[in-house]
């Protein structure tokens, strides 16, 4: 049985940073693209962003370039997402999530096993 469980976020001001973990067991955690998404209140879930299998290639939404950073240790079947000058619109609960598939997506659909999500949130 997968299991994914996010930690690390928490309450910060604007302009401030957090970094969210994920801890993942049941699958082979190299075979795996790894992805973050956020849903904030009265909104759909978003992506954010994603690391392939072997942690070489990365891909983030526009508003998260050059702010957040997604990151993979296979050895500890952990990823990261290391968030800088948050913004208030970053507010919201983030989820992690695994995808089987070789190819880039940023489809939440193609994502099969989620974790049950932290939250985040920016004061300004």
């Known amino acids: 049985q997968v299991q994914l469980v996010e930690s690390g976020g928490g309450l910060v001001q604007a302009g401030g940073s957090l970094r969210l973990s994920c801890t993942a067991s049941g699958l082979t955690f190299r075979n795996y693209a790894m992805g973050w998404f956020r849903q904030a209140p009265g909104k759909e879930r978003e992506f954010v962003a994603a690391?392939?299998?072997?942690?070489?290639?990365?891909y983030y939404r526009d508003s998260v370039k050059g702010r957040f950073t997604i990151s993979r240790d296979n050895a500890k079947n952990m990823v990261y997402l290391q968030m800088n000058s948050l913004k208030p619109e970053d507010t919201a609960v983030y989820y992690c999530?695994?995808?089987?598939?070789?190819?880039?997506?940023?489809?939440?659909?193609?994502?099969?096993?989620w974790g049950q999500g932290t939250q985040v949130t920016v004061s300004s």
């Open positions: 690391i392939k299998q072997s942690g070489a290639i990365t």
């Open positions: 999530a695994a995808s089987i598939l070789v190819a880039t997506t940023r489809s939440e659909t193609d994502f099969d096993s």
